[in-house]
């Protein structure tokens, strides 16, 4: 191949390389649902992944800005249309693009964190559930704590 010749790219990308279609198809599914979670799920990338190209191109940034609007505008007027026309909130259907009603308030809460800035909000969604054993024998000994210092107060010349 000589130098004059131009060299060109393959015009798929391999998998999991990065393409206009595969940008396309997460910036659809954000405008459709409004959470980023789900659009990753839908090209097969993490999240931390797409924030990472979302810091590093500023473009990609502005088109995800927007469609994230279009998805939160249309996650609120579903809920408006719901409470206006009666619709009951449970038996989503399976596989429903749209946010529950749990899932709009959330953002919302979110989207209204983000505008006022500050401390990031704190949510222990992997905390373990409380062992009750351990919670049952920390009652226990509390409680064998008491009856110890209420049986020392009965001593004449004790003062607590």
Known sequence: MSDSQPRHRREVPGRGRWCYDIA???LLALSRTGNVRAAA???NYTTPTLYWRRQRYPMFARAWDFALEEG???AAARYLARLEFQVPFDGE???DPYPTVDQALQQLRL???SVRGGKPQRYDH???PANIEKVRASILR???AIE???AWRKVPGFDV
């Open 24 to 26: 396309e198809t997460f």
């Open 41 to 43: 799920r839908a090209i």
């Open 72 to 74: 939160r505008a249309r």
């Open 93 to 95: 259907r399976e596989g």
């Open 111 to 113: 989207h209204r964190h």
């Open 126 to 128: 992997r905390a373990k």
């Open 142 to 144: 509390k409680i064998r």
């Open 148 to 150: 110890l210092v209420d």
